[in-house]
């Protein structure tokens, strides 16, 4: 009887069903590919925000941007001058970030509308004016504010052209000195 007493086990609870998963997670940057750059890698940082470099006006300059906290750069100094990134350097950078960086991962910017990226490009433009002489916009200036416009180069051209036809007082277009039928566009001295 003894025996009986000791052998016996209470019956088994079934097991608790397994927490209910999101069928699809929030986008942190992971797969993220937008309008008018191309993301050339990716590093994940300690807290698994991703740092992307990236290229965008031209495919031999690059940036890097980090999708936790607000860490961008597009150029390094060399010997006193401003040169962009090579790609060994920008790998060397966003590795470097990616392993110091503590930032938690942030949504990833929403697709603005065009009034609103046309209306950035407005203020950036005006930005750029000088008092004695015009100044000359190029579309790789561009590249650290191309996450969040997510515009191609042909868009923002045809933007810069708009502007450039509404607004003679912020932006001129005129023909390339170098090469034919292309279009330069121009901060209007204030």
Same mark, same amino acid.
């Given at each position: 009887?003894?025996? =009986? $007493? !000791?052998?016996?086990?209470?019956?088994p609870?079934?097991?608790a069903?397994?927490?209910?998963?999101?069928?699809?997670?929030?986008?942190?940057?992971?797969?993220?590919?937008?309008?008018?750059? =191309?993301?050339?890698?990716?590093?994940?940082?300690?807290?698994?925000?991703?740092?992307? !470099?990236?290229?965008?006006?031209?495919?031999?300059?690059y940036?890097?941007?980090? $999708?936790?906290?607000? !860490?961008?750069?597009?150029?390094?100094?060399?010997?006193?001058?401003?040169?962009?990134?090579?790609?060994?350097?920008?790998?060397?950078?966003?590795?470097?970030?990616?392993?110091?960086?503590?930032?938690?991962?942030?949504?990833?910017?929403?697709?603005?509308?065009?009034?609103?990226?046309?209306?950035r490009?407005?203020?950036?433009a005006?930005?750029?004016?000088?008092?004695?002489?015009?100044?000359? $916009?190029?579309?790789?200036? $561009?590249?650290?504010?191309?996450?969040?416009?997510?515009?191609?180069?042909?868009?923002?051209?045809?933007?810069?052209?708009?502007?450039?036809?509404?607004?003679?007082?912020?932006?001129?277009?005129?023909p390339?000195?170098?090469?034919?039928g292309? =279009?330069?566009?121009?901060?209007?001295?204030?």
């Amino acid at each position: 009887m003894a025996l =009986t $007493l !000791f052998t016996r086990r209470p019956a088994p609870t079934p097991a608790a069903p397994p927490a209910a998963r999101p069928d699809t997670w929030p986008e942190i940057g992971e797969t993220w590919k937008p309008e008018g750059v =191309t993301v050339v890698e990716r590093y994940y940082n300690q807290a698994n925000a991703v740092v992307l !470099f990236y290229t965008a006006a031209r495919e031999y300059d690059y940036a890097i941007a980090c $999708l936790g906290c607000h !860490f961008t750069a597009t150029r390094e100094t060399i010997r006193g001058y401003q040169g962009w990134y090579t790609l060994e350097d920008v790998a060397t950078v966003a590795n470097d970030h990616a392993t110091t960086c503590r930032a938690l991962p942030r949504d990833i910017p929403a697709r603005p509308d065009d009034d609103a990226v046309r209306d950035r490009l407005k203020k950036w433009a005006a930005g750029c004016r000088r008092q004695d002489e015009d100044v000359q $916009l190029r579309i790789q200036h $561009l590249d650290l504010m191309r996450l969040t416009l997510q515009r191609s180069n042909g868009w923002i051209e045809n933007a810069l052209q708009q502007l450039a036809d509404g607004h003679p007082d912020i932006v001129i277009a005129k023909p390339s000195k170098y090469s034919g039928g292309h =279009t330069e566009f121009y901060a209007r001295c204030s």
